[in-house]
């Protein structure tokens, strides 16, 4: 499966944007689907993971009540909401897919990654 991120941006504390996460090549719904984040000179760290039907999600504890993680299987295609933006959520955001069957805060257990979406938040 191929995944293309995009919706990122320039955004300003406390505001919003939102990304997408475009599937081809297979139907997501086989997927466990989850966003990391890296920002310059740190690891790559869990936002937030999806179960495949769309009624499980788990955040990270940096987003918890600000980000919302969604998915339409239909139009093969994940979201990240993201609201009351802070400057510390600078990074490239990336999707990624695995074909586990537990939702994973690991990058090394997706199997398949999006090239990132660059968000800046200005303070």
């Known amino acids: 499966v191929q995944l293309q991120a995009c919706g990122g941006g320039l955004g300003q504390a406390g505001g919003s944007l939102r990304l997408s996460c475009a599937a081809s090549g297979r139907t997501i719904s086989s997927y466990i689907m989850g966003w990391f984040r890296q920002a310059p000179g740190k690891e790559r760290e869990f936002v937030a993971v999806?179960?495949?039907?769309?009624?499980?999600?788990y955040y990270a504890d940096s987003v918890k009540g600000r980000f919302t993680i969604s998915r339409d299987n239909a139009k093969n295609t994940v979201y990240l909401q993201m609201n009351s933006l802070k400057p510390e959520d600078t990074a490239v955001y990336h999707c990624a897919a695995t074909r586990g069957s537990y939702y994973s805060t690991r990058p090394y257990d997706y199997d398949y990654w999006g090239q990132g979406t660059q968000v800046t938040v200005s303070s």
């Open positions: 999806i179960s495949r039907s769309g009624d499980y999600t």
